[in-house]
Nanobody
Framework: VQLQASGGGLVQPGESLELSCTAS????????MGWYRQAPGKQRELVAG???????NYADSVKGRFSISRDNTKKTSYLQMLSLKPEDTAVYYC?????????WGKGTLVTVSS
């Protein structure tokens, strides 16, 4: 099983970005999926999560700005990020729970700077 994340980059404050994460391998289905981030000098934190049924949860700092979704047929999760702030700058990691095990993708860097 592998998770491939993409979509990071450099944007200005107030701009938008969308990250995607696709699971590949001998997988029939994916349970929960989520996005985490780690800023320099800080611990990794949960940004958003989505269950197999579509229920979602968000960190307080991103509520109303970020939206997580998933496409089960593509085994892909998406993180739409609006109104980005400099404090959103971090390496973003996706995670998926597959058959009871957690898998992590390599991080993708999001930099918000003018």
């Amino acid at each position: 099983v592998q998770l491939q994340a993409s979509g990071g980059g450099l944007v200005q404050p107030g701009e938008s970005l969308e990250l995607s994460c696709t699971a590949s391998g001998s997988i029939f289905s994916v349970n929960s999926m989520g996005w985490y981030r780690q800023a320099p000098g800080k611990q990794r934190e949960l940004v958003a999560g989505i269950g197999s049924g579509g229920n979602t949860n968000y960190a307080d700092s991103v509520k109303g700005r970020f939206s997580i979704s998933r496409d089960n047929t593509k085994k892909t999760s998406y993180l739409q990020m609006l109104s980005l702030k400099p404090e959103d700058t971090a390496v973003y990691y996706c995670k998926a729970n597959i058959y009871g095990m957690d898998y992590w993708g390599k991080g993708t860097l999001v930099t918000v700077s003018s």
